[in-house]
Nanobody, 130 residues
Framework: QVQLVESGGGLVQAGGSLRLSCAGS????????MGWFRQAPGKEREFVAA????????YYADSVKGRFTISRDNAKNTVYLQMNSLKPEDTAVYYC???????????????????????WGQGTQVTVSS
């Protein structure tokens, strides 16, 4: 069974930091791009960040650029999202996602749309208080 399991969410004050982790199992994602999305209450899910299979390329939504950092450890089949200078508007459920298939195998392309991802985690809640 293929799974992506997020952890590290919680409640933090504005200006604080959190580090999210997403561990994959049942399949090796080390050769595929991965990403993070988030969904705030009453809003659609939105792209946050993506990282290529090698970790050499990253891309961020404008709203988090300069504050969030995506990274990965392929030996652990895990992707991370370091979130600094958190704001109340960052409050959301955060989802990690992974691509798969021959078109994404070891490419430096960075998927930014939900339909480009094949696997999703269950989400972890991040709440930023003002």
């Amino acid at each position: 069974q293929v799974q992506l399991v997020e952890s590290g969410g919680g409640l933090v004050q504005a200006g604080g930091s959190l580090r999210l982790s997403c561990a994959g199992s049942g399949r090796t994602f080390s050769s595929y791009a991965m990403g993070w999305f988030r969904q705030a209450p009453g809003k659609e899910r939105e792209f946050v960040a993506a990282i290529s299979w090698s970790g050499g390329s990253t891309y961020y939504a404008d709203s988090v650029k300069g504050r969030f950092t995506i990274s990965r450890d392929n030996a652990k089949n895990t992707v991370y999202l370091q979130m600094n200078s958190l704001k109340p508007e960052d409050t959301a459920v955060y989802y990690c996602a992974a691509t798969y298939g021959s078109s994404w195998l070891r490419t430096e392309n960075l998927p930014r749309h939900e339909y480009e991802y094949d696997y999703w985690g269950q989400g972890t809640q991040v709440t930023v208080s003002s």
